[in-house]
């Protein structure tokens, strides 16, 4: 990463980040990817606030500067606790993390809050991933969220799908890894009753609401277990999710 120029940021950037964004994530059954998770972020903005959400069974046991760890009922669900980590940030901008992910020297969050604090037509940046085992090229991850228009959203884009501006490429649904500015997310919101796959609902929601955009270049690494059937036996259980985020599409359909 280093020989093809991907740098750590500088401490100026550091500073800037620490002073207006929080990172947030929710952690469940993964201790050692959350703590993982947490060392990485650390690396690479030292003093920034991080807000880990925990579900798991047995409370996720972390101590480190700058960081709150919020233990909530076993299994609540992914989107509660995103809403209970967001009720907490007092910075403009937040980042928002999976567990299995991992900052990158190409992730570059301190150049898209650059980008944001100059482009307020924008309200949230997301950025690609590499992932562990089965890894596509990082235009074969883009063109998937291309594909995303969201021409059947609620309301069209407040910006045309794949306008570019800068480097950055507006979309209907682009992925789950984002910095986007704390009242903007807000004002879209996340269902607490929908406990595992929230992606597309949310972005559903966000269309004519807020503006998104991707910049396919940078990006995380993303990890998957597998073998964790533990883990997997509840990441699993999301049929109830499908049937209730369907009925709430034709309900708003039919207003």
Not at 15 to 23: L, P, R
Not at 190 to 207: G, V, W
Request: proline share 4%.
């Amino acid at each position: 990463w280093f020989l093809k120029g991907g740098r750590k940021p500088d401490r100026q950037s550091q500073k800037n980040m620490a002073e207006k964004v929080t990172v947030i994530f929710k952690s469940f059954e993964r201790q050692k990817f959350a703590r993982q998770l947490y060392k990485n972020i650390r690396s690479y903005y030292p003093d920034i606030k991080i807000i880990i959400a925990d579900d798991s069974e047995k409370p996720l046991e972390l101590e480190g500067e700058n960081l709150e760890v919020i233990n909530l009922p076993f299994n609540s669900g992914l989107s509660y606790g995103i809403i209970k980590a967001l009720e907490r940030v007092k910075t403009p901008y937040v980042i928002r993390l999976d567990d299995d992910e991992l900052l990158t020297p190409f992730s570059n969050f301190h150049k898209h809050l650059s980008f944001l604090e100059r482009e307020d037509r924008v309200d949230l940046v997301a950025v690609s991933f590499r992932q562990a085992l089965r890894s596509r090229s990082l235009e074969e991850t883009a063109e998937s969220f291309y594909k995303q228009d969201m021409r059947n959203a609620y309301k069209p884009l407040i910006i045309p799908h794949k306008t570019k501006i800068e480097d950055y490429f507006v979309v209907g649904k682009p992925p789950n890894i984002f910095i986007a500015r704390t009242d903007s997310l807000r004002k879209v919101g996340y269902d607490k009753n929908i406990r595992m796959i929230d992606h597309h609902e949310f972005f559903l929601r966000a269309s004519g609401e807020i503006v998104s955009a991707f910049e396919p270049c940078s990006f995380v690494y993303h990890r998957h277990d597998f073998s964790d059937k533990h883990y997997l036996k509840y990441r699993s259980d999301y049929q109830g999710d499908k049937e209730y985020i369907r009925a709430k599409i034709l309900k708003e359909l039919d207003k």
